[in-house]
DNA sequence: ATCAGTAATATGAACGTTCAAATCCAACAA
DNA sequence: TTGTTGGATTTGAACGTTCATATTACTGAT
C-alpha cells in the first residue's frame, strides 16, 4: 500500500491551464475570479476530485479545524452513560461549522496536563473542550495559564476565563423538592454519593434550598460509592430509619434505580407510599414502572453553546465573559406521585 | 489571541549551534548523533519545549497518526449504551500506538461515503475505524473500493477485505441455550427486534443452531424497535401465549429490561418461574432482581484488535488475511434459576 | 491613440519539517 | 605525506498550500 498522494493544486492548475493561486481563490475566495473562470477551473476541480491537503493548509494557515477533547481515564466497568449522548451532540455541532473532534487520553502515567501539552506544543488542534470540570481542575488552570483557547461543560472558578457552560442543577433540584412541597410532602430526602463531583454538589445545594424555601425536613444521605449494592444498602438505611421521608431527591438516575429496588425489597410503591424524584434522564429508566420524574439535560444545547463559545474564541480571538447555565428540563412522571 | 507560532527546530539548532537536521536526528534517530552532542542537544530542545509541528511533518511525511470514526447519526433519545465504553477502549488502545481518534459524522444531508471521500481527499487520517457494519455496508465497500486502510467493528463479506473483528454471537448463544438445557428447559423464546441489525441475526441463528443442538422447542418473537413499551408489549404477549416457555433468550440486554417489566406485571418470577438469559452486560442491570445472566463483550480486546489491525495495514502496507473472532464471556447469574 | 484605473490572473516566497546528498573531520594505513 | 574510510554533521530541496506582490488584460475617459 503505497503512501498515494493524491491530487495537488498544481495538478488542477495545469490542467485547467490556469495558475495555482487561481485554483486556490476557486475555493477560498471565489468572488476574485471571472465567473466564466471560476466554472471552468470548478469543472477540473470536480473532475480531478480535488481536495486542499489538510496538512499544508494547517502548515501556512495555522489553524487545524480540530477540537480536542480529552476523555476521562473512566472507569470502564462503569462508564458514564451520558456519555455517548453528550459526544454525539458535540460532534454534531463540531460537524456543522466545519470542525471535528479528536478523542486523546493521557498515555499509562502521564498526567492529563502533560497530554494537553503534547498537543499543544505540536500544534495539533486549535481548541479544547473539557468536561468533568473539577472545583479546582488542574487542567483548566494549565489551559488559562497556556493562554490556549478552550470551553467547559461544567463551572470553573470565578477568577479563571469564565468559558463554561453548565446546567443550572441547583435551580432544577429547587423545583424538584417544589413539586414535592407542592403534593404535601414533609419529610424529604437527599440520596447521594460521597464521591466529590461538584455537580453532586449543586445538586445537593439544591435540595437544601428547597428545602429552606419550603419549609420543610430534610435529610441527607450519603452511598460511598456507585457500586449498586452500596446504593442500595443506604436506599435501605433510609427507607428502615425513623421518621422515614416520604419523598426521596436522588442526586441522580443511576442513585434512583437503587431507590426503586430497595423499596421493593421493603414492600413500598414508588409513587403511592413514597414520591420519588431523580436528575439526568437515563434512557433505561423509560423502563422502570413507575415511570421515573427527572430532570433531562439539554445535551444538543450544552454542545452547541460550548462549540459556539470555542469557535468564538478560536476564530474571532474573543474569549467568552460570561458563562452559561441552562435550565434543565423537568419531566414529570409518575413515581412524583399525585 | 495572536496565532502565537510556537518554537521551531531552526529556533532550537541555533540556540544549541547545530544545525536543524541535528535536531531532527536527535528526535527521529538518535543513534546518528555522536552521544555527548544527543545530550546537549536534547537539554536545548528540553529548556525550549520544542516539538515538531504536526502539520509539517504530516506534509512531508504523509502520516497524520490520527484514525477516523465515523459516528452513525445515532437515534440521539437512545444512544448505544455501550458506546462510550467503545470508545474509551478505542481511545486507549490507539492512545498506547501514538494515535488519536477523530470523531466526525456528516453534515446534514451529506452522505457517510462522502463524509469519508472528504477526509481521504484532505489527507486528513491515516485509516477508519468502522462499527455498525451492515451485510452489504456502503461504507465498507466504499473504502474498499478507494484502497484505503480501515478496520471494522462487525463482520464484512468474504470478498472483501477481512479486516474485522466481531464477537462470536453465535458461539454465545448456543452456549447460553446450553446453559438452560442443561437445566431442563424444553421450550425456550428468542425475543428480538426487526431492525435488521446484523449482530442481532447471528444471535438468532445461535439461538437456533443451541435449540436444534439440544432439541428443544424455540419460538420467536419480534418487537417491532427499541422502545420500551414495544418490548414489554411484545414480552406481555410471549408470556400470555399458550404454551408458554419456561425460558427467554433476550437478543440484549436492553430487551431484558423488558422482560423484567412485563413478568412482573404477569406476576412472574424471574429465576424461579421463568429463565431469563440475555446479552451486553450493561451496567444497569446490575440493579436487577435478581442479577441477569449474560454475555459480556470483550470491549478492550475488541478494540486492541482493530488497532493493531489498523497500524498492520497502515504501517507495514500488509492487510489482515482472515477477520478475528473473539469469544463473548458468560457471566452467570440468579435469572438463569437452578 | 494614450493613459489611468481597476479587474483578473500569475509569480515568488514562506509555513516547518525530513529526505537525499554533500561536506567536514578524525583516525589510520600505505 | 597522501589517500582512504567511515562517522558526524550540514546543506539544498521538497512536501502542498496561501500570502504578498507583480504582472497582464480590460475598461473608459481624454
Same mark, same amino acid.
Given at each position: ?7 495537488? #493544486? ?109 498537543? #499543544? ?29 478552550? &470551553? ?16 443550572d442543577s441547583v435551580q432544577a433540584v429547587i423545583d424538584l423538592v417544589g413539586l414535592l412541597a407542592a403534593r404535601g410532602h414533609r419529610r424529604v430526602a437527599f440520596l447521594a ?8 454538589e449543586d445538586r445537593r445545594d439544591g435540595f437544601r434550598a428547597g428545602v429552606r424555601r419550603h419549609g420543610l425536613v430534610g435529610q441527607e ?24 421521608p416520604t419523598a426521596i431527591v436522588a442526586g ?10 430497595? &423499596? ?11 414520591a420519588l424524584v431523580a436528575f ?13 420524574t427527572t430532570v ?8 452547541? &453553546? ?21 435550565p434543565g428540563?423537568l ?5 412524583l406521585?399525585?
Amino acid at each position: 500500500m503505497a503512501a498515494r498522494r493524491g491530487v495537488t #493544486i498544481e495538478d488542477v492548475a495545469r490542467a485547467a491551464g490556469v495558475s495555482r493561486q487561481t485554483i486556490s481563490n476557486a475555493l477560498n475566495a471565489p468572488h476574485r475570479l471571472k465567473p466564466e473562470t471560476l466554472e471552468r477551473v470548478s469543472a477540473v476541480i470536480e473532475e480531478l476530485g480535488y481536495s486542499p491537503d489538510q496538512s499544508a493548509r494547517s502548515l501556512k494557515s495555522g489553524t487545524k479545524r480540530i477540537i480536542a477533547y480529552p476523555t476521562a481515564a473512566d472507569d470502564p466497568d462503569n462508564p458514564n452513560p451520558l456519555m455517548g449522548g453528550f459526544l454525539e451532540a458535540v460532534v454534531a455541532s463540531a460537524g456543522e461549522a466545519g470542525y471535528r473532534i479528536l478523542l486523546l487520553r493521557p498515555r499509562p502515567g502521564q498526567s492529563e496536563e502533560r497530554a494537553i501539552d503534547e498537543l #499543544i506544543a505540536a500544534r495539533s488542534v486549535d481548541a479544547f473542550l473539557l468536561s468533568d470540570i473539577l472545583r479546582d481542575d488542574a487542567r483548566v488552570a494549565h489551559l488559562s495559564a497556556a493562554g490556549f483557547p478552550f &470551553a467547559t461543560f461544567g463551572r470553573t472558578l470565578p477568577e479563571q476565563p469564565q468559558a463554561w457552560v453548565d446546567v443550572d442543577s441547583v435551580q432544577a433540584v429547587i423545583d424538584l423538592v417544589g413539586l414535592l412541597a407542592a403534593r404535601g410532602h414533609r419529610r424529604v430526602a437527599f440520596l447521594a454519593t460521597t464521591r466529590d463531583q461538584p455537580w453532586m454538589e449543586d445538586r445537593r445545594d439544591g435540595f437544601r434550598a428547597g428545602v429552606r424555601r419550603h419549609g420543610l425536613v430534610g435529610q441527607e444521605y450519603s452511598a460511598p460509592g456507585d457500586d449498586p449494592a452500596e446504593i442500595v444498602a443506604a436506599t435501605r438505611e433510609l427507607l428502615r430509619g425513623r421518621n422515614r421521608p416520604t419523598a426521596i431527591v436522588a442526586g441522580g438516575d443511576w442513585l434512583a434505580l437503587g431507590v426503586y429496588s430497595a &423499596a421493593r425489597e421493603e414492600g413500598i410503591e414508588i409513587g403511592s407510599g413514597l414520591a420519588l424524584v431523580a436528575f439526568d434522564d437515563l434512557p433505561v429508566t423509560r423502563f422502570l414502572q413507575p415511570a421515573l420524574t427527572t430532570v433531562r439535560l439539554p445535551l444538543r444545547q450544552i454542545a452547541q &453553546a460550548l462549540v459556539a463559545r470555542l469557535l468564538q474564541t478560536v476564530e474571532d480571538g474573543v474569549a467568552p465573559q460570561a458563562g452559561l447555565l441552562l435550565p434543565g428540563e423537568l419531566v414529570i412522571r409518575p413515581s412524583l406521585g399525585a
